[in-house]
């Protein structure tokens, strides 16, 4: 048995993000948390809203991450 189940680790530490129509590619995946966190923390409102959906994909472990529906 695993320590960490396979599915709360990132397949890649490569990232892909969009938020608020901006592509970005992260090599670090811990450096991309640790912005959407700053900014979801940072901002009110509807950019509060995209940072936080964005963040909560990231946790997921997702390779990319959106902030579209």
Known sequence: MLKTPE???PKSCKV????NGR???WSD????KAY???LMMST???EHERAA???????HG????SDED
């Open 7 to 9: 599915l709360a680790m």
């Open 16 to 19: 892909t993000t969009v938020c």
């Open 23 to 25: 592509r970005e590619v």
């Open 29 to 32: 995946y811990e450096e991309a």
């Open 36 to 38: 959407f966190l700053e």
């Open 44 to 46: 009110d409102g509807e």
């Open 53 to 59: 959906c964005v963040y909560i994909q990231l946790m």
């Open 62 to 65: 997702l390779d990319e991450c």
